[in-house]
């Protein structure tokens, strides 16, 4: 059982990325980006937890207010992907690894510059 649920896990955390990519690109500053970090399922898997993180990180605030809003489309995007009864209920978090994501920005930042 744990199997699928990683596997389950894994299936959330890519198809978010993509309904991110296409949806939040609307209300995104140019040149900022939604990472999924990762997605936690609950025991009963009526419940899933997505962790994400906003680069750059002085539009994270405003952005994560109107990001938390497509937790129902995003719901809705992952049953038509999905042949399963039961599709957790979708919570849209920020991920706390601010450091992690100071990081990467600057990782990224020198491979532009190079």
């Not at 699928?4 to 978010?16: A, N, P, Y």
């Not at 999905?82 to 992690?100: A, E, F, M, V």
Request: net charge neutral.
């Amino acid at each position: 059982m744990a199997y699928q649920k990683e596997r389950f896990s894994s299936f959330l955390e890519h198809e978010m990325a993509d309904f991110f990519s296409r949806e939040a690109a609307g209300f995104l500053p140019e040149g900022a980006f939604v990472s999924v970090t990762r997605a936690v399922i609950s025991e009963s898997g009526e419940t899933a937890d997505i962790y994400i993180l906003i680069f750059p990180d002085g539009v994270s605030k405003d952005s994560f207010a109107e990001i938390r809003k497509l937790g129902k489309e995003a719901r809705k995007y992952i049953s038509e992907k999905l042949k399963r009864r039961q599709i957790p209920k979708i919570s849209i978090k920020l991920d706390n690894g601010t450091d992690k994501a100071v990081r990467v920005e600057k990782l990224l930042d020198s491979a532009v510059k190079e």
